[in-house]
């Protein structure tokens, strides 16, 4: 398994946005983490990546408790993530804010011109290339979540969590997204993508997760959580089998 959350909880003040919520996730995998606003759903990547330590549970990753790891040691273990609001450094090139996640990330490299090499390589498999010497803060906010993930690629990571990264793309664009991220599993990287996508996200997830008010209410293959009553009810709604 390569990540392991055992009754996991975050509490802010009297709210319980994650409650008590274990899962595993084994290596090479698509999960699609999935629920209604609030559900819980960043605050568990807030969790996994250590913005904050768990109020309760822990969480082990490549086979170590990492619940009380710092986040930048996460990051050079080799989880990364993309945000939900994307923003990258704007006054800094294209290439330049790439080059922060090989910087930073798994297995760093330190010389500036060797990372923007291999940055490169990152912005190429995205498809931003051809801006690399461009601002950050002229890209438009499909560019800007291009960005986001080639930068979380430069890090090298074994787990990469994106965030609602097909929010606000066109169907053609979500079309393009969504083979991304398959290349990028069949790279050999786990991924856990938080979607309000849902027909994307079954797709190509291998497991789904739904959290519903921080709790896991369902978890299973694409096919069985679709006719699971009680996540219909809690989000679904229709919307599958419309
Ligand atoms: N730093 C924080 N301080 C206080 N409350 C927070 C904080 N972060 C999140 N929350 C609350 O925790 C709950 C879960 O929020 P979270 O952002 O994890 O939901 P989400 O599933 O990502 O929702 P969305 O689909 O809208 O992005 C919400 O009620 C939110 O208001
Ligand atoms: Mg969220």
Not at 38 to 59: D, M, Q, R
Not at 98 to 109: F, L, N, Q, S, T
Not at 120 to 143: F, Q
Request: aromatic share 4%.
């Amino acid at each position: 398994m390569l990540l392991n959350l055992e009754g996991v909880s975050k509490a802010f003040k009297g709210l319980k946005a994650v409650n008590s919520v274990s899962t595993r996730l084994e290596e090479g995998k698509i999960l699609g983490l999935i629920g209604p606003n609030g559900a819980g759903k960043t605050t568990l990547f807030n969790l996994i990546t250590g913005v904050y330590p768990p109020t309760e549970g822990k969480i082990f990753f490549d086979g170590k408790d990492i619940t009380s790891v710092a986040p930048h040691a996460r990051c050079w273990m080799g989880i990364a993530r993309t945000f939900q609001l994307v923003r990258p450094l704007p006054e800094l090139s294209v290439l330049d804010n790439a080059a922060i996640g090989r910087v930073y990330g798994r297995d760093p490299i330190r010389n500036r011109s060797k990372a923007e090499k291999a940055s490169y390589e990152t912005l190429e498999m995205v498809g931003l290339a051809a801006r690399a010497s461009e601002k950050a803060k002229s890209l438009t906010l499909v560019d800007r979540k291009r960005l986001e993930l080639a930068r979380a690629l430069a890090a090298k990571p074994k787990l990469l969590l994106l965030d609602e990264l097909l929010a606000g793309l066109n169907p053609s664009e979500v079309l393009t997204s969504m083979a991304l991220i398959q290349s990028i599993r069949d790279m050999g990287i786990t991924i856990i993508m938080v979607e309000h996508l849902v027909k994307a996200v079954f797709g190509i997830a291998d497991q789904i997760v739904v959290l519903s008010a921080g709790e896991l209410i369902a978890e299973g293959t694409p096919a069985e959580i679709a006719c699971n009553e009680s996540v219909i009810d809690a989000y679904l709604g229709r919307s599958l089998h419309a």
